[in-house]
Structure formats: structure tokens, C-alpha cells
């Protein structure tokens, strides 16, 4: 008897510990299985919903119904959509058909455009067209230009052409310009040579120079290497340096030689340091290895 007693309370015991464990796992169900409804999912048993939870769900998929007629979705149910929703949408679909028509993108379905539209869309197609011929990228008809738009459209052509040639475009045709222009071409090829050596840079022709710009160039290319002798770079050519400036280098790089030494950073060479300078660098300041 006392066994079956003793049995008994720790059923009851165990029962309550597992409670809120049962509690806790069937609220946590309940509250997915509000997710799950309120996403439209498969999932979703409305059956275990509240009354205030099934108008939260109803709630959502209203919503969610409205944004897939906006988006022209398939899953769009026109019926279900309120008035004013409805008349939304309308609007929506309505300027989305304008636009497309005005960007000749997507679908345009004209017959849905008003008079004022249709006149605006077809500027806006013949504006487009003019674009097209002018850069020629994308569809052009010429058939549709008029007089004044092909004149814009040649004009716009030649100065392409002209820049093209100035700037040395492999698009340049020279055989289209004219005797000004190949002048305008020839000086701005010209500019651009002398600028080409000045700074060193490829496709440079020294003998198209003249002779100012001959010595302006070897004025620019002797600091370069002057400034690449005092950097230390490898493109240094010490052979064309001045008396002065090797003179000048000498002493930049004694210089630096004694503080790398006095200071302890840097690469020191001792060899290189005056009796007086080297007594004066502290013991501490010698390398660890040679």
C-alpha cells in the first residue's frame, strides 16, 4: 500500500515539474502556426486560431493580396480588393502603362492613353529616336528626323569626328575635315606631343618638337631625375647629374647617413662618418650585426 502511495505522488510530481514544459511547447506551436497563417503558408491550420488572431491573418492576407496586384503578380485576386483599393490600383497600373509607353520599356498598350499622353509619348519616342542617331547606340530611323533634326544630327557629327581626331580617337576620319579643322587637328597633336614628352610619358616624338619645347622637355626629364636621385629610386641616373647636384646629393645623404647613425633608425654606414661625428654617436646606437 505504501508503495502505491509512494508511486502515486511521484506521478503527480513528475506530471507538475513536465507542465510548463507541455505549456511552453504548445504556446510556441500556437504562435508559429500564427506566423505561418499570416505569411500564407502551407503550413497554417486556421482551425487553431482565435477569433482576434483570425482577423490579424485576414488582416494580412488582404494586404498581402493588394501587393501582389501592384506587383501584377498571378496570385492577384481583383475581387477581393476594396473600392479603394481598387480605384489605387487602377491609378498604379494606369501610370506604370504611361511610363513604359514614355520609356518605350516593358509593355505599352496605347490604346489606354489619353490624347495629351499619347501626343507626350510620341515626343518622348521621337526625342529618343534623335538620341539614337545621334550617338548611334540602340535602334535609329533616320526616316523619322526632320530637316532641322538631320542638320543637328550632321552638325553633331562633324564636331564628334573633329574631337575625335584632336584627342588622336582611332574613330577620327580626317578625309571629313575640312581644311580649318585639319589645321585645329594638327596644332592640337602637336600640343599633345610636346605635353607627352614634358611629362615623360609614351607616344613621344622628339623630333616634332620645337626647339623651345626641346629644351623644356630636358629641363623636366633632368628634375625628374634629379628628384629620383634624392628619393633613393632606382631609376636615378647619377651620371647626369651636375657637379652642384652631385655635390648637393652628397651632403642630403651624409645627412641623413648621421641621423640614421645619432638616432639609431634607419641604415647607418660608420665608414662614412667624420672622426668627430663618429665619436659622438653612442655606443647603444651600433648595430646588432654586421
Not at 502551407?42 to 501587393?67: F, G, K, M, P
Amino acid at each position: 500500500m505504501k508503495v502505491m502511495l509512494r508511486r502515486f505522488l511521484w506521478t503527480q510530481i513528475v506530471c507538475l515539474s513536465l507542465w510548463p514544459v507541455l505549456v511552453f511547447g504548445q504556446s510556441f506551436d500556437l504562435t508559429q502556426n500564427l506566423a505561418d497563417c499570416k505569411r500564407g503558408n502551407d503550413a497554417c491550420d486556421r482551425s487553431r486560431l482565435t477569433e482576434a488572431q483570425s482577423a490579424e491573418v485576414a488582416r494580412a492576407d488582404q494586404r498581402r493580396n493588394v501587393s501582389n496586384c501592384r506587383n501584377s503578380f498571378e496570385s492577384c485576386d481583383r475581387s477581393k480588393l476594396t473600392e479603394r483599393e481598387a480605384t489605387a490600383l487602377a491609378v498604379a497600373d494606369h501610370q506604370r502603362n504611361v511610363s513604359n509607353c514614355e520609356d518605350g520599356l516593358g509593355s505599352c498598350e496605347a490604346s489606354r492613353l489619353t490624347r495629351f499622353e499619347a501626343r507626350d509619348v510620341a515626343d518622348a519616342a521621337q526625342r529618343r529616336n534623335v538620341a539614337n542617331c545621334e550617338v548611334g547606340v540602340g535602334s535609329c530611323d533616320f526616316s523619322k528626323l526632320t530637316p532641322a533634326e538631320v542638320l543637328h544630327l550632321a552638325i553633331a557629327a562633324r564636331e564628334r569626328n573633329v574631337g575625335d581626331c584632336k584627342n588622336g580617337a582611332s574613330s577620327c576620319d580626317r578625309s571629313k575635315l575640312t581644311p580649318s579643322e585639319t589645321s585645329e587637328v594638327t596644332t592640337a597633336e602637336h600640343n599633345r606631343n610636346a605635353q607627352n614628352c614634358e611629362n615623360g610619358w609614351d607616344e613621344c616624338d622628339y623630333s616634332e618638337l620645337t626647339p623651345l619645347e626641346a629644351r623644356e622637355t630636358a629641363s623636366a626629364e633632368h628634375q625628374r631625375n634629379v628628384s629620383a636621385c634624392k628619393e633613393g629610386l632606382e631609376t636615378c641616373d647619377y651620371s647626369k647629374l651636375t657637379q652642384w647636384e652631385t655635390s648637393a646629393l652628397a651632403n642630403i645623404e651624409h645627412r641623413r647617413n648621421y641621423t640614421a647613425c645619432s638616432k639609431g633608425y634607419g641604415y647607418c654606414d660608420r665608414s662614412r662618418l667624420t672622426p668627430a661625428e663618429a665619436a659622438a654617436i653612442p655606443a647603444e646606437n651600433n648595430p646588432t650585426s654586421r
